[in-house]
């Protein structure tokens, strides 16, 4: 019995380390220098996170105003506080992302 127990651990770590590998590779294969060279590739790079970044903050914005019109139909002063905070925290990352372009990143 414990013979067999040996076993199963020892293939469930190989299986853990393979199935790790597999992922990482599908992964990590990127292309690591576009047609314009490392500068569009970076800057493409950038910008992707960018767009992702400001979208997960409209969306953290608008997780924040439901919680505040909740707290607003059930009267309770911290939650809408906390509604409010979310909401905010929100617009801001969403705005510092749109105003990236301040920050002068491509030169």
Do not use: H, P
């Amino acid at each position: 019995m414990k013979l067999r127990m040996k076993k199963n651990a020892k293939f469930a770590k190989i299986f853990t380390v393979l199935f790790t590998v597999a992922v990482m590779t599908t992964v990590c294969a990127v292309t690591a220098c576009a047609a314009g060279g490392s500068e569009a590739a970076y800057q493409s790079t950038i910008e992707f996170f960018i767009t992702w970044i400001r979208r997960i903050g409209m969306m953290v914005a608008f997780v924040g105003a439901i919680m505040f019109a909740l707290a607003i139909k059930n009267n309770d002063a911290e939650q809408k506080q906390a509604g409010l905070i979310t909401m905010v925290a929100g617009f801001i990352v969403a705005a510092l992302c749109a105003a990236s372009n301040m920050f002068d990143l491509f030169s």
